[in-house]
């Protein structure tokens, strides 16, 4: 998706990182590429929906909205990575065959999305809250399906 150069630009002037822990991420990414097992979900999926635990709503994205959604959760200039505590409203699955496998919930300001469980290794997301204009695409995008 960046050059390095872009990569590296974007991480140490967007993220909050400070420079050691920049250079951490660069290395893993690098490592990392972009092999799809390590992109989220990492692993395959036929429908993602998108529900609230408290009341039966459940939508679902199309294809191009998975697109869009997954290009916004798995881009690492996408987030503040900071620590964070946060109280999900949002699930968003994604299902192969009917059973999920993957999860990540998101607060209802669109601002903290999550993996469930939390999963250490994937370190495109990690912790931390959405940049202004990631967040602002993830607003439009749930408001396209109504939710």
């Known amino acids: 998706m960046y050059s390095d150069k872009e990569l590296k630009d ?3 002037t967007k993220t909050g990182l400070h420079k050691e822990d920049s250079k951490k991420l660069l290395a893993e990414l690098k490592k990392d590429g972009t092999k799809i097992n390590r992109l989220y979900p990492m692993a395959t999926f036929d429908e993602v929906t998108v529900s609230n635990g408290k009341i039966a ?19 690492p200039t996408s987030f ?15 299902l192969k ?11 209802s300001d669109k601002l903290v999305v999550k993996p469930s469980p ?7 997301m990690k912790l931390g809250t959405l940049n202004a204009e990631p967040r602002q695409k993830l607003v439009d995008l749930f408001a396209e399906i109504g939710y």
């Not at 065959?97 to 607060?107: D, F, H, P, S, Y």
């Open 97 to 107: 065959n009917g059973k999920m496998v993957g999860v990540l919930n998101i607060e």
């Open 118 to 124: 939390e999963l250490p290794g994937f370190l495109k």
């Open 10 to 12: 974007k991480i140490m």
């Open 57 to 75: 709503l459940k939508k679902r994205f199309n294809h191009e909205q998975t697109a869009r959604f997954l290009s916004i959760v798995n881009d």
């Open 80 to 94: 503040n990575w900071s620590e964070i505590t946060s109280k999900p409203d949002i699930q968003v699955a994604f």
